[in-house]
Each structure stands twice: as C-alpha cells, then as structure tokens.
C-alpha cells in the first residue's frame, strides 16, 4: 500500500514527508555542510566545482545555482536546510519566502504586514476565490 | 520535590533573534513583539524557576537528514549555540542539568516514551529565541534549561494526543524528583505560519485565536486535531503548534491564564505568547 497523503490537495504547498526526505537527501546534506564557514567559502570560491562533490541530480544543482528556492522545494529541498545556503547568501526566511510567491519582498512583507495571506480560497486547490 | 509551577509558549522566529542581537528594538516594527513581552521579563523576576523544561524543535542544525528522532531529550552540561549558517548568536551557551535529565529519560521512558537521550547537541534559535524573549540579554542565562526537541521537520511530526500524553508523563518524572526544583515548562514554535510554495505567508488569526482558547480551557480535545488541519488552516509550518500540546499536557488540567499575546507578523509569522500558571 502506498502511503496516505491526503495533504496532496492543498495549493501551493509541498509536505516534506518521507518521499520528499528521500528525493532531497543530498541536496538537503548539501545545504547542511555550509553550516561550516571553511565549506562557506569554499562554496563561495567555485559553486559548481562545490556542487559536483555532492551526489544530487543535476536539475538540483542547477536549481541551486539559479537560487530557484521554490524548485528546491519541489525537488526534495525542505526550507529549513535551504535556510543555509540562503543564510550563506546574506539573504532572509522572508526574501526567499516571497521569491516562491513570486512577489518582490517589499510587496510580500506588505502583505504580511496587513494581516498575511488569508486562508480563504487557499485550502484546497481549485477552490473558488 | 521538583514541581512544575508554569507553562510559557512562545514563538521563537529567528528574525527575533536577529532583531535583538542587532539591536534593532528601537524599530516601530519589532517593538510592537517585544512589548508583548515587557509583562513576561518582569512576571519571570518574580517566578524565577530553577529549570525549565524547553519543548522546541531543531531547524536542521543539530539533526540532518541522518538521523531524526521524533522525541529526544538533552542530558548534557551545556549546549552551545548553533551555527546555523552566519555564525552562532551572540548568546550565553546554555547550561543543563545533566543529573535531572537523566533521571526524567529513564522516568518518561518507562512510562511508555521513548525518547532519544542526546549527550551531545548545539541548540539553535528555536531553543534560544524563546530564552531572549523571557530574558533579554544576560551575561548568562538564569536558569538551567533542559532541551526537549521534537520533530516537527519532516512530515509527520508525532500526533497532539501524542504530544499532550508526553507533557503528562513530563509532569510525573518531574514529581518523582527528589531535589526541591522549582520547574517551568516551555511549549514553543508557531504560530500559523508558511515558509514555502506559493501559499508562503499564510496567516489564520482565528484558527490560532481558537486554538489558544481551547488549549487553556480543553486541552484534550484540543490535542485530537489531526495533523491536516494544521498544515491545511495554519499553514506547513504551523503544525509546530502540537509542540505547545505537550507543555500543556504537564500542567494541571485547570491553569491560571497569567499573560496573553497575539501579534502578526513577525517576518513570516503569527506571534502566540502565554504564560500560565498551575494550580497545585
């Protein structure tokens, strides 16, 4: 039997269970070795050359060198490992959280600021607005 | 005997942290958070407990994909503050109580919870925010601080039953002590919130409203919440939530609400704060 997810039917969002675990194991690892400021700067000196020591796919190292942070997430990348490599960057939760909605961090902290994204019409996917 | 005297949640979003380490308080925007906490600096003087019990999880700093546990429990002497990626804050290193630990793993443990006993572990902002918040910036912290991660991380995290039943098997291995502490236990994370996909930025006023009315006054209906409704109304990362459950689970079932605070947005997040008081 394969395992119940009903969660599937949610928009815009990707449950890091253990399917997802699995596909960004590496990618995941990755982003945990620049917890290291030697790795920092080694990542830093020569992404690629840093990125082919570590055995992901190749749309996952292209992903991270195009800083495509909602792609990581569909392809195994949980935000908390990713927050190293945007912490490495300089960048912040809510920079890369408006990256992945598409919108400039300016209009995204707006939104945050006038009470956040409302949950109506963001349940279930092909709900009604 | 050690007692459990009070229960604190909190948030504990690392742009706190960053706030607070860079001095950015005087900032209409982050002195609206901390007013929340003004009440909770002085409330904690008067009500200094000698350990507390810090239910938090870890954000991939201690733990990466090699191994998970669901439940763990901190028995060292100290614990630093992770390095999470732009060098570890600027905060004391915490400082446990090696004896006490061990005797609640093997108490918990016998009552049917297996925890993870971790000797040696880095504690990062989901363990030391919550320390800022209730104690500003001391040269070291005041109290000594037994770190319970729970995973919340990698779906599924345990279940509120699940949670709720550990805060009360908590609340046993603490009674059976036989040193004289006096002992809070922390619940935090939360509240709704979403960190990724294009629903990033999800906030639920009145789920978490809700939430925090029924964590006070029916805890344990509260905890039979499945798990979809959280990520569904409060956001992926809003089922940390079930980490306030096993605070609540080791106070008694009535408490004493003491502090209430609400607050959107810090950074992503809804800001829940409570302080509440067990009645012996």
Not at chain 2, 90 to 97: A, D, E, I, T
Request: glycine residues 8%; charged residues 20%.
């Amino acid at each position: 039997m394969s395992l119940d997810k009903p969660y599937m039917d949610i928009p815009g969002t990707t449950i890091f269970d253990a399917d997802q675990a699995r596909r960004g194991y590496h990618l995941n690892q990755f982003c945990m070795s620049l917890m290291k400021a030697a790795n920092r700067e080694r990542f830093r000196a020569d992404e690629r050359a840093y990125l082919m020591e570590w055995p992901m796919t190749e749309e996952q190292r292209e992903a991270v060198l195009a800083r495509d942070w909602g792609l990581m997430v569909k392809l195994g990348g949980n935000v908390y490992f990713l927050s190293k490599l945007f912490s490495t960057d300089g960048k912040s939760f809510q920079y890369v959280a408006a990256q992945m909605t598409g919108s400039s961090q300016e209009d995204y902290a707006a939104m945050m600021l006038a009470g956040g994204r409302s949950p109506e019409g963001n349940r279930y996917i092909g709900e009604k607005k | 005997m050690a007692r459990i005297t009070a229960g604190v949640t909190t948030s504990h979003v690392p742009a706190l942290g960053a706030a607070l380490d860079n001095n950015k308080l005087g900032e209409p925007y982050w002195a609206r958070v901390f007013a929340g906490y003004d009440f909770s600096k002085e409330w904690i003087k008067k009500n200094m407990p000698d350990v507390v019990l810090l239910v938090y999880n870890d954000h991939a700093s201690a733990f990466s994909l090699d191994i998970v546990p669901t439940f763990g429990i901190g028995c060292a002497d100290s614990f630093q503050p992770a390095d999470e990626g732009w060098g570890p804050r600027p905060v004391p290193v915490v400082k446990g109580h090696a004896e006490f630990a061990a005797h609640l793993a093997q108490s918990v443990i016998q009552q049917d919870f297996d925890l993870t006993i971790i000797n040696k572990m880095d504690v990062d902002h989901g363990l030391t925010v919550p320390l800022s918040m209730m104690f500003g910036q001391p040269d070291a912290w005041p109290v000594r601080v037994i770190p319970i991660p729970v995973n919340v991380v990698l779906f599924p995290p345990p279940s509120g039953s699940r949670c709720f039943a550990l805060g009360k098997a908590l609340r046993k291995a603490v009674e059976s002590f036989d040193q004289d502490l006096n002992v809070q236990i922390w619940g935090t994370g939360g509240m709704s919130h979403q960190l990724q996909g294009t629903r990033a930025g999800l906030i639920n006023s009145p789920w978490d409203q809700k939430f925090i009315d029924r964590l006070i006054s029916e805890p344990e209906e509260l905890a039979k919440v499945p798990h979809l409704e959280y990520v569904r109304e409060a956001g992926s990362e809003g089922i940390e939530l079930v980490m306030w459950l096993i605070m609540r689970g080791a106070l008694s079932s009535k408490v004493n609400l003491v502090h209430r605070f609400y607050h959107v947005p810090a950074s992503n997040t809804a800001i829940g704060h409570l302080i509440l008081e067990n009645q012996q």
